[in-house]
């Protein structure tokens, strides 16, 4: 019988068989954590513990939505260097009369 206590309390190798538990696939995260803790919510909290103690798999690690602005930046260039050739490329493709009056503004 599990005694549930505060998550505070679980030392390590309490969260490591937690965490084996819920990793085998046969609970939910909710369940495993009512079951522990006696709480209905867990609030990422075996996330946590599976990150710190190393324990979490690839594809929960991979699940982000934090993108670095280094990326943002490079797609906001090849879509600006993509609207170029597209504008370029259009002019070719416009009726006549569009096209002459473009390169009469240009």
């Known amino acids: ?15 490591e068989y937690i965490i084996q538990e819920y ?3 046969e ?3 909710r369940e495993i954590w009512e079951k522990y ?6 609030h990422g ?7 710190s103690l190393g324990l979490a798999p690839a594809s929960k690690l ?10 943002l930046e490079l797609k906001k260039n090849d879509q600006m260097q993509k609207d ?3 504008h370029k490329q259009g002019s070719t493709r416009e009726e006549p009369k569009v096209a ?3 390169n009469r503004i240009a």
């Open 23 to 25: 990793l085998l696939g």
């Open 1 to 15: 019988m599990v005694f549930p206590k505060s998550p505070r309390y679980f030392n390590r190798s309490e969260k």
């Open 62 to 71: 991979e699940r982000t939505n934090f993108i670095p602005s280094d990326t």
């Open 45 to 51: 909290s075996l996330l946590r513990w599976m990150l």
């Open 37 to 42: 803790t006696g709480r209905k919510e867990e």
């Open 100 to 102: 002459e009056l473009r």
């Open 27 to 29: 609970c939910t995260k």
């Open 84 to 86: 170029k050739l597209t």
